[in-house]
Structure formats: C-alpha cells, structure tokens
C-alpha cells in the first residue's frame, strides 16, 4: 500500500463546508427549526436541543425506553435486566464492575487483535480486487466485540448473519409503535434468537465454565449469571457493538472518500487529529439517531413540565447540531471545533450520563485501525455508493452495497 495524497500544509477547518452536510439525515424539517421541546399526543415529549437532552440523559429521574429495554422488564425469568437497561444502583455497581473492559488502557491491549484482523480483510480486499465496505465492516466489528464479549467458541460460522438477522427482522422499536407482525414474523424470530443462544452463546457459556478468560461471560458466570441472562447481555452487547460500529465505518469512509483533502489530513494525521476527525464524522452522523427515556417522576425540561409515566423521544442528530453548542457552521466537518467546557467531540453521538455507551473507545479503535489502512490505499476507488435506508429497530441508518474497487 502507498499513502494517499501529500497532506496539505495547513488543512483548513471546516473541511468542504458546502457540501459535507449529514450523508444519512432523513428528509424533514430542519430540527433547528423545531421547539426544543415538542409535545405530542399520546404522552410523547421530542427533545431537539443539545440542553434539554442532556439535562434528560443525566437525570436520575428516568429510566431506559425504547429498543428492548422495556421488553426485558417484562420478562418474568429473567431475574437481572442487561446492564444497558438497569437503573439504579444495580447499574451503577453493575457499570463499575465491567468499565475494565473497555477503558481506553484496556482498549489498547485489544490493538494488535484487531490489527491482525484489520490485515486479513484488506489481504482478501487485494487479493479479489473489489468488496462491499459495509461487509468489511461487519466482519471486524462481530470479530472484536466476540472476543471482548467472549463469543468465540461458535458451533458454525455466520455469527453476524445471526445477529444481523435479529436487529433486520425487527419492528418498531419505539414504545407504543411496536409493529404487530405476523406469526410467521413472530416465529423466525425466536428461531433468530434460538440459533444465536444454540450456535454462540451456550458453547462460549461452556467454554468458560471450563477456563474463564478476561472477557464478559467470564465475569458474568463469576457473578453467578443464569444462561438466558448472560444470552440478554451478549444480544444488548452484540447489536450495541457490532450492528452500530459495522455502520460508523460505513459512514467514515464515505465521507473521507468524498473529500480527498479530509482523507489526506486523515491519512497524515497523528492518532488525535485522527481521533479528532472520526468524533466529527460521528457528530455529524450519529448512528443511534434516537434515544427513549421514560420520566419516572414529574420533570421540568426545557421550561415545560413533563409529566411521570410520559416518553421523552431525544432527537440526537438535531441535538448535534445545535448551534448554540457547536456554532454556525455545524454542518460543516470541523475537527477543531471549539466546544464548551464539559461537551464532548461526538456531542450526544454516545449518549450521556450513566447510560452513556461503554464501548465508545473501543469503536473509534477499530475503526480508526480499520479506516487509515484502507485509506493509505492509493488505488482505492469508490465503485458505488450506498443506498441508505433506515433501521427502525436501533433508530439508526443502514449502508448497504458500498463497494470499493483496488488498483
């Protein structure tokens, strides 16, 4: 592989303002032009601005909504709820007992692995000429989050197409809008979660009751997890980890290959200006576009009063964009964007407070490995572009059939 293009001296920020707007935001209204808080029938609040979403995301006045969160409350064998969903001090102690796991030391630990697997993707890539990003993508983002979580003793290959098929398979995840499928719907579904708990999560279960490791199900088993608690936890972790970086990789590339002048800076950059440029993408493309809480108590947000029992539906691509938080030119690509104090780079792309996602160290990891190899591809070209469609499931965009062809 040879480099791309000479980096320019001074890369200039923001990077290609005229045209960089979000390459996944879905038709409609401007969400700058929207209340910053927005009731609807039915008990349904819409958060658009940075502030009252974050006031939201910290409060300890709410509880996890939406995807399968209020499910799993619902299920009567299942004595512990996913650490994604738990409240409460269960959370908390939940939260600190696993946060080694994905710390930015112990993330490090991970980056020969996931070199090593970086290398054989693009070998294949070189070796057939052309590949879909998007399945190159998923292949390093099952393969690292299997050996974190423990999913490494599979009966069968096709791991991903068992967890991809959960998440595709699925309706809406909102609460109140859940799509009654049919039967037909309903049954290869449990077959879905049949094949994953049968193929991948009792055989690495066995694995570790025989030599426990330094992963998730190891600890989970210390902690005396039943089988279906610790299947919930790798299901939570699996479409967590895997689904969503699979299309933060996607989005990358399309936008690094988009602009040779932010691909060059990419390239040439150290791993914080690196670091830098992915958060922006991600600001500009959160993968999770939607996050659920339900108000557990009377709450004042955003000047209005939210009564306990409704829906706080927080739009996460409007609150990215709030130029109060992130100036005029939020649109724009800006790795040096200057932010407030206590504003991270991706904004609320990760969440916020205690529920903020665990694995964000580990996902710019592996996709800034992935990314600055593929990118020092000089021949690399775009083939065709995705089609972007959306996932109702995760409330996220999907990138298929990004093909890319090596000279």
């Keep these: 592989m040879t480099t791309a293009d000479a980096a320019p001296d001074a890369p200039r920020c923001p990077f290609g303002f005229d045209d960089t707007a979000a ?9 700058r032009d929207l209340p910053a808080v927005k009731a609807e029938p039915g008990g349904v609040y819409r958060l658009h601005a940075f502030g009252p979403a974050r006031e939201v995301l910290r409060s300890e006045g709410v509880r ?16 512990r709820a996913p650490v994604l969903f738990a409240e409460g001090e269960e959370h908390h102690e ?10 930015p030391k112990q993330v490090d630990t991970y980056a020969p692995m996931i070199a090593g697997y970086v290398e054989e993707l693009l070998t294949r890539l070189a070796r057939r000429g052309e590949a879909n990003v998007d399945d190159l993508s998923l292949e390093l983002a099952v393969t690292v989050a299997a050996q ?14 068992r967890i991809t098929a959960f998440v595709e398979g699925g309706g809406d995840s ?9 039967r037909a719907e309903s049954l290869r579904q449990q077959a879905n979660l049949g094949l994953f708990y049968l193929l991948d999560v009792k055989p690495a279960i066995a694995a570790r009751r025989r030599e426990p490791k330094g992963d998730l199900i190891s600890h989970l088993l210390s902690r005396g997890y039943s089988d279906v608690e610790i ?32 691909r060059a800076a990419y390239v040439h950059g150290t791993e914080g200006e690196r670091h830098a440029i992915l ?54 690509i800006c790795p040096a964007r200057p932010l407030p104090r206590g504003v991270s780079a991706p904004v609320l792309s990760f969440g916020d407070g205690h529920h903020r996602c665990p694995g964000a160290f580990l996902a710019i990891k ?42």
Excluded at 148 to 161: F, I, Q
Excluded at 243 to 260: G, K, M, N, Q, Y
């Design 366 to 407: 592996e996709s800034d490995v992935f990314l600055r190899r593929l990118m020092m591809w000089q021949g690399l070209e775009v083939v065709s572009e995705p089609r972007v469609t959306f996932n109702e499931v995760v409330k996220g965009y999907e990138l298929r059939g990004f093909r890319v062809r090596v000279r």
């Design 94 to 103: 939940m939260r600190r007992s696993t946060a080694r796991y994905f710390t």
């Design 231 to 262: 299947m919930t936890e790798c299901l939570t972790y699996g479409t967590a980890g895997m689904v969503t970086t699979r299309e933060f990789i996607s989005v990358a590339a399309w936008h690094l290959l988009r602009d040779p002048e932010l």
């Design 23 to 31: 390459l996944t935001r879905r038709p409609g209204p401007d969400p």
């Design 174 to 182: 909102e609460p109140g809008r859940q799509r009654r499928g049919s």
């Design 148 to 161: 974190v979580v423990g999913l490494t003793s599979s009966l069968l290959p096709g791991m991903e197409r």
């Design 279 to 332: 958060h922006e993408i991600l600001r500009l493309e959160p993968v999770v576009n939607t996050l659920y809480r339900r108000a557990e108590e009377p709450l004042t947000v955003g000047g209005q009063t939210i009564p306990a029992g409704s829906l706080l539906a927080l739009d996460i691509q409007g609150t990215n964009v709030d130029r109060e938080v992130v100036g005029e030119d939020a649109d724009a």
């Design 64 to 79: 996890q909504a939406g995807f399968m969160s209020e499910m799993t409350r619902d299920v009567a064998f299942l004595g």
